[in-house]
């Protein structure tokens, strides 16, 4: 019986030192410890050993199935370890950006005609910032000298998670951060100038101008004496950069809380040609880019004296932008996954009214 259980340990291991994937080891389990397996059969040829050297003939089979056990498991761990390595190496040695044989993707609009602006941004010594998607009440709202109940909230209505958060309904709800961790410019004497572009959440009403998710691109300076001619400057700089051609704008009284005075600067669509269509709800116009100058509350809220800084903000619709950019007529070809559509306008300029995009 000895003799047999070491020759079968010997077999086993020469077998398992083998092995160079898990799967080969399930096999050499099943096959030696499996009921038709030689341990089996070991325990079965017990019943005619004679009765005073069956205990210890047991304990042979018993410590060499342990052996079979311990062994399989040790090399088990061995084996996915190394493959982990392999695949890792094999992860390290695959180029993402190396193209492939299939068609390659492109840039969505929104992409593009984020980059660019702010590209133009950069250029006049703004810095670009991200900002989370889920916020507070307080960064959305009250900071932005919105306190609860204020029917500006109507406006606004989101999707709250049980968190007592809310995904953010504009670009603005960065503007308290962004101020506080800039302050460091204003106290080596430097303007605050920084744009935050980000995804916007609302419960809206969707038709060819409103989306429930859409592109906002916050922008902010401070210093001592800024003043509306400044703000009116950066906007129609952007503005004729990004369209390369004269275009029609409009300024008029809007209301926003945290602004004082407010402004909204609208666009005369380029779909129609400020006719009238569903893309600018038949007024001729698009509301593009709100703005005005930082209410004294908001600059409290992030520390900053309200005597001594004057500052503006905006919150430019880069979703709407990117429709007139373009010529997309529908803001829902956005969100629609329709690569047809989406994939056409990776190095195009401006595409004129009547090249319209189906
Ligand atoms: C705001 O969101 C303010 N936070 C903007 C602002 C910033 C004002 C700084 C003053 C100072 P409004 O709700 O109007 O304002 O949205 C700003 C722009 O986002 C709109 O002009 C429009 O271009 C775009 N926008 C708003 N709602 C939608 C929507 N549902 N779908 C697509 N674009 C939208």
Redesign the pocket.
């Given at each position: 019986m000895l003799e047999k259980a070491q020759q079968l340990k010997q077999q086993f291991e020469e077998k398992v030192q083998a092995t160079t994937v898990p799967a080969e080891l399930e096999q050499l389990r099943i096959e030696f410890l499996g009921k038709k397996g030689p341990i089996s059969s070991l325990m079965g040829e017990l019943r005619n050993v004679p009765n005073e050297q069956k205990k210890e003939a047991g304990q042979i089979i018993n410590e060499v199935k342990q052996f079979i056990e311990e062994t399989i498991a040790q090399k088990k761990t061995e084996l996915v370890k190394l493959e982990e390595e392999r695949l890792i190496n094999a992860a390290e040695d695959y180029d993402v950006t190396f193209p492939t044989e299939d068609e390659t993707g492109s840039y969505h609009p929104i992409t593009l005609i984020q980059r660019e602006v702010e590209e133009i941004f950069e250029g006049m010594g703004f810095a670009i910032e991200d900002y989370d998607e889920i916020v507070d009440d307080y960064h959305c709202f009250e900071a932005l000298n919105i306190p609860k109940h204020h029917p500006a909230r109507d406006?606004?209505d989101t999707y709250y998670l049980s968190t007592n958060q809310l995904l953010k309904?504009?670009?603005?709800a960065a503007q308290n951060a962004i101020l506080i961790k800039y302050t460091k410019e204003l106290e080596a004497d430097r303007p605050i100038r920084v744009i935050f572009p980000g995804r916007?959440f609302?419960n809206?009403k969707i038709d060819a101008?409103?989306?429930?998710t859409?592109f906002?691109m916050?922008g902010v300076m401070v210093d001592k004496d800024i003043s509306i001619s400044n703000l009116i400057y950066f906007m129609k700089t952007m503005l004729s950069e990004v369209f390369q051609q004269d275009i029609t704008v409009r300024l008029r009284p809007g209301f926003?809380p945290?602004?004082e005075p407010?402004f909204?600067l609208d666009i005369q669509c380029l779909i129609c040609g400020g006719e009238g269509c569903p893309s600018c709800k038949d007024s001729g116009w698009?509301?593009?880019?709100?703005?005005?100058m930082i209410h004294p509350n908001v600059l409290t809220a992030a520390g900053l004296d309200p005597e001594k800084y004057t500052g503006f903000?905006?919150?430019?619709?880069l979703?709407?932008l990117a429709m007139m950019r373009y010529g997309i007529k529908d803001?829902r070809v956005f969100n629609s996954c329709n690569l047809k559509a989406l994939s056409q306008f990776e190095n195009s300029t401006f595409v004129e009214p009547e090249k319209e995009v189906k």
């Open positions: 406006m606004q309904t504009h670009t603005s916007c609302r809206e101008c409103h989306e429930n859409f906002q916050e926003f945290f602004v407010g909204e698009l509301e593009l880019c709100p703005c005005g903000a905006f919150g430019l619709g979703t709407r803001i």
